[in-house]
C-alpha cells in the first residue's frame, strides 16, 4: 500500500499535467471562436469556397482537441471549452442553413448536445439578419422560408425542459428567441404590407402623365 506521501506525489503529477493540458487547450479554444465568427461572415458574404475551407479547418480543430482532452476528458466540459464548441455549432449551422444544405447534427459536427442546442439558438440570431438583408433585397419568399426555420427552432425549444445545469442555459436562450422571432415577423409583415401599398400607388411616371393630361 502507498503512503499519503506517495499518494499526494501522484495527485500531485495528474494535476500538472491536467494544468498544462489546460494551458495547450485555451489558445485552441480561443482560435475556434475566432475561426466561428470567421465562416459566419464568410456565409453572409456567400463566399462559399473560403466558408467551405473554413469549415473544414474548425471541424478538425475539434477533432484535434478531443484528442488532446483524451488524458483529461472533464476539461471537455470545462465552460471554455464548451463555449466554444456552441460558437462552432452555430457557425456550421448557420453556414447550412444560407447555402441551403442539411442542417449537421451533433454528431456531424462532434459536439455534444448541450453546446449544440444552445449553437442553433443563437444561430437564429443570425438567421434574423439574413431575413433583413432579404427584406431589403424584395426576396420576401427567402425571407418567409428563414422565418419559418426560426418558428421551428422556437418551438422545437420550448420542448426542452430539463435543468439549467444540463442544457447549459437554452432556456435563457429560448426566451431571447422569442423577442427576435417577433421582431422578425413583424419586419416581414410589414414589408409585405409596404409592397401592397407600392403596388396600389401610380408610379412617378403615371402622375407626371396625369399632371400633362390635365394641363391646357
Same mark, same amino acid.
Given at each position: ?76 466540459? #470545462?465552460?471554455?471549452?464548451? %463555449? $466554444? @464548441?456552441?460558437?462552432?455549432? +452555430? ?6 442553413? !444560407? ?5 449537421p447534427s451533433p454528431e456531424d459536427l462532434g459536439i455534444y448536445d448541450a453546446p449544440y442546442l444552445n449553437g442553433l439558438l443563437e ?24 422565418l419559418a426555420i426560426m418558428d421551428e427552432v422556437y418551438f422545437e425549444a420550448m420542448t426542452f425542459d430539463q435543468a439549467d445545469a444540463?442544457?447549459?442555459? #437554452?432556456?435563457?436562450?429560448? %426566451? $431571447? @428567441?422569442?423577442?427576435?422571432? +417577433? ?6 409583415? !410589414? ?26
Amino acid at each position: 500500500m502507498a503512503s499519503l506521501s506517495e499518494i499526494l506525489t501522484l495527485i500531485r503529477q495528474r494535476l500538472d499535467r491536467k494544468e498544462e493540458l489546460r494551458e495547450q487547450v485555451l489558445p485552441l479554444a480561443r482560435q475556434l471562436i475566432r475561426e466561428s465568427a470567421a465562416l459566419i461572415k464568410n456565409a453572409h458574404r456567400k463566399e462559399w469556397d473560403e466558408a467551405q475551407n473554413r469549415r473544414k479547418v474548425l471541424l478538425e480543430a475539434v477533432s484535434e482537441l478531443k484528442v488532446k482532452l483524451t488524458e483529461a476528458p472533464d476539461l471537455w466540459f #470545462a465552460g471554455f471549452v464548451q %463555449d $466554444a @464548441l456552441k460558437e462552432v455549432a +452555430e457557425a456550421c449551422i448557420v453556414y447550412a442553413l !444560407l447555402k441551403d444544405e442539411p442542417v449537421p447534427s451533433p454528431e456531424d459536427l462532434g459536439i455534444y448536445d448541450a453546446p449544440y442546442l444552445n449553437g442553433l439558438l443563437e444561430a437564429m440570431g443570425e438567421l434574423r439578419r439574413a431575413i433583413l438583408d432579404a427584406i431589403r433585397s424584395e426576396d420576401l419568399s427567402t425571407a418567409e422560408k428563414f422565418l419559418a426555420i426560426m418558428d421551428e427552432v422556437y418551438f422545437e425549444a420550448m420542448t426542452f425542459d430539463q435543468a439549467d445545469a444540463i442544457t447549459q442555459g #437554452a432556456r435563457r436562450r429560448t %426566451d $431571447a @428567441l422569442r423577442a427576435i422571432l +417577433e421582431r422578425t415577423r413583424s419586419d416581414i409583415t !410589414l414589408a409585405y404590407q409596404y409592397r401592397k401599398l407600392s403596388n396600389l400607388l401610380p408610379t412617378l411616371g403615371e402622375v407626371t402623365e396625369n399632371e400633362n393630361e390635365l394641363l391646357p
